[in-house]
T-cell receptor, first 112, second 116 residues
Framework: RKEVEQDPGPFNVPEGATVAFNCTYSNSASQSFFWYRQDCRKEPKLLMSVYSSGNEDGRFTAQLNRASQYISLLIRDSKLSDSATYLCVVNPGYSSASKIIFGSGTRLSIRP | GAVVSQHPSWVICKSGTSVKIECRSLDFQATTMFWYRQFPKQSLMLMATSNEGSKATYEQGVEKDKFLINHASLTLSTLTVTSAHPEDSSFYIC????????????FGNGTRLTVT
């Protein structure tokens, strides 16, 4: 079983749609969680951290369920510019040297 | 804050030559930096963890003599691809974190290496 698993995608949705991505992680002791987006031929960029209480940033909502070891990202009113690969990222350890683990990514394509 | 700068952004070199890539943390100190490689349409793959003042830790299958890492200061790590071959052509990305378990990784803008 992979340490971090994501919906494989690709997701192809119309502009304005709501889309949700899921991610599960295997290490129950994992400490912190993030969503990144990566555009084609670019470096990953932090989209948002994921907190236990759930958090929202504009059209984006992230949720964490520690009991089920499950993370989600919801994008509302999707825009063409949301087309990218979304990476679920898990920090398993206590120190800043801990190797952060990346999911394989979910490709999202928004069509006009 | 938490800016990571990587240089060069792209490089084309001939087979057999060596290429050095620099990664700098501009506004924070990074005792640890991470080097990734990404082939087209594939996931990021961690190559090695660069530790300031000590030897890097390489992931399984990554040749330490081919990918030389030096982390001589708290703001600079370098990756040297020695005797590069076409199969080394890839997107190399460094990253670092501010101290604190909840801090995310910040990435450099990556280096696209093409070996001809």
């Amino acid at each position: 079983r992979k340490e971090v698993e994501q919906d494989p995608g690709p997701f192809n949705v119309p502009e304005g749609a709501t889309v949700a991505f899921n991610c599960t992680y295997s290490n129950s002791a994992s400490q912190s969680f993030f969503w990144y987006r990566q555009d084609c031929r670019k470096e990953p960029k932090l989209l948002m951290s994921v907190y236990s209480s759930g958090n929202e940033d504009g059209r984006f909502t992230a949720q964490l369920n520690r009991a089920s070891q499950y993370i989600s990202l919801l994008i509302r009113d999707s825009k063409l510019s949301d087309s990218a690969t979304y990476l679920c990222v898990v920090n398993p350890g206590y120190s800043s040297a801990s190797k952060i683990i990346f999911g394989s990514g979910t490709r999202l394509s928004i069509r006009p | 804050g938490a800016v990571v700068s990587q240089h060069p952004s792209w490089v084309i070199c001939k087979s057999g030559t060596s290429v050095k890539i620099e990664c700098r943390s501009l506004d924070f100190q990074a005792t640890t930096m991470f080097w990734y490689r990404q082939f087209p349409k594939q996931s990021l793959m961690l190559m090695a963890t660069s530790n300031e003042g000590s030897k890097a830790t390489y992931e399984q299958g990554v040749e330490k003599d081919k990918f030389l890492i030096n982390h001589a200061s708290l703001t600079l790590s370098t990756l040297t691809v020695t005797s590069a071959h076409p199969e080394d052509s890839s997107f190399y990305i460094c990253s670092a974190r501010v101290l604190g378990i909840d801090s995310p990784l910040h990435f450099g803008n990556g280096t696209r290496l093409t070996v001809t």
